[in-house]
């Protein structure tokens, strides 16, 4: 009995110093805040211990515990929700019952999951389009791309472009009452990376030039190329999304060699001869002074993966790798930035390149909340930060789509 009982207090002593870390002072409910953070790093745990085992990929217990939010399509008083498909691709549409007289604007909401996880089923998510749609009388449309690591790069980017182009076909739109000129596509995190990058594919093709009126997104994660910018040293460990998990779950997009995921730990992961790519993310240049602290800039190590991934390489895979002059090309942008969140800088460096190419842009900064806030909108576990985002991205889809 007294070594069960060593054993166990041991145990607990061991998830009190890997689970603990200090919460920023200036958090929205941090002690909401240290208990998400708490649960992530043990599931993080767990999920290395399973597949140190050999039972389970890391990324699958994510996935599983993703799958517990699921929700069916529910209608109400005010929306019909179905699931359907558009060209193969699953999707859930969100269609307002009030008649209209006049044509609606339209969302498309590209959900977040580092690539390997999420789905527009999980009840934050439908909770999002759900008000989306009713407060803007708008139709959304959320697709459920292929995820990482069974389909990887660019399977989901692919997902997306077909659901955006069979969507913006004249009679699809005349069938669901889309005012073409009002269409609007979205994302957070890995979705704000994909709903940028289907922007930007959508803006150089002639036959869709300009038929996006606006992007929004919400701490997107922009480039691959430099994974030790301040917010990644600032907020390495979280809260919630730490620059591990961050790196381990979203590498699984193009890899799933442990090699890989080693090297863009140290930062040493970009292939040589691109180097060139390094002055559209080089934070010393496009950071708001406050950001940089007494942060001192490094490139990435070149050439010191032994496998070469041309991916990395890949400008769909980062929308900030795009010249100024494609920048120009874009449509009025809505951003969002976290504080506490390694994807931070990511989103202020596409702010101040958009502004300086001419790029109409809003963006807002939250000050005291972490990545994935939208995540937390639904009971039981609920952030304020997240409805306040929730309700900024709507209000600002409200003026201006």
């Keep these: 009995m007294g070594n069960k009982m060593l054993f166990f207090g041991l145990s607990c002593i061991l998830l009190a110093y890997y689970t603990y870390m200090p919460i920023p002072e200036n958090l929205e409910e941090p002690w909401k805040v240290r208990f998400i953070d708490i649960l992530t790093k043990i599931t993080t745990l767990m999920a290395t211990l399973l597949e140190y085992t ?11 515990i993703t799958k517990t939010q699921y929700i069916g399509p529910i209608s109400d008083e005010n929306l019909t929700v179905i699931d359907t498909d558009f060209s193969n691709i699953p999707v859930r549409l969100y269609l307002p019952k009030r008649k209209s007289e006049r044509q609606r604007p339209a969302v498309i909401y590209i959900h977040g999951g580092a690539f390997a996880t999420g789905s527009f089923k999980m009840l934050p998510y439908d909770f999002v389009n759900r008000m989306t749609a009713s407060r803007l009388d708008a139709v959304v449309v959320a697709p459920d791309y292929r995820l990482a690591p069974q389909d990887q790069f660019p399977a989901a980017l692919e997902d997306c472009i077909v659901v955006v182009k069979f969507f913006l076909q004249d009679k699809v739109l005349e069938k669901y009452g889309v005012d073409p000129a009002h269409i609007c596509i979205a994302g957070d995190s890995s979705g704000g990376a994909l709903a940028g990058s ?81 002055k559209f993310v080089n934070w010393s240049r496009f950071l708001p002074e406050k950001y940089k602290k007494n942060h001192v ?30 920048l120009q090309k874009l449509p009025l942008t809505y951003v969002i930035t976290c504080e506490h969140d390694i994807l931070r800088d990511d989103g202020f460096i596409y ?17 005291d909340a972490i990545h994935g806030a939208i995540s937390f909108v639904a009971a039981p576990m609920y952030l304020h930060s997240g409805l306040r985002i929730m309700d900024k991205y709507i209000s600002w889809l409200q003026e201006n789509l």
């Design 351 to 367: 702010v101040t390149r958009l502004r300086n190419a001419g790029v109409p842009v809003t963006h807002e900064h939250i000050e």
């Design 54 to 64: 050999g039972l389970m990929k890391f990324e699958d217990l994510f996935f599983i």
């Design 198 to 278: 289907v922007t930007q594919l959508l803006q150089d093709d002639p036959e869709y030039r300009n038929k996006i009126k606006a992007q929004a997104l919400i701490y997107p994660g922009l480039q691959a190329v430099d994974t030790w910018m301040p917010s990644y040293r600032e907020y390495e460990n979280g809260p919630f999304l730490s620059r591990k998990l961050a790196i381990r779950l979203s590498i699984l997009y193009f890899t799933e060699e442990k090699e890989a995921i080693d090297a863009v730990l140290r930062n040493e992961h970009m292939p040589e001869g691109s180097r060139d790519f390094f």
């Design 297 to 326: 800039y490094r490139e990435p190590v070149l050439g010191k993966l032994s496998t070469f991934f041309p991916v990395l390489l890949d400008r769909r895979l980062s929308p900030l790798l795009v010249s100024d002059s494609q």
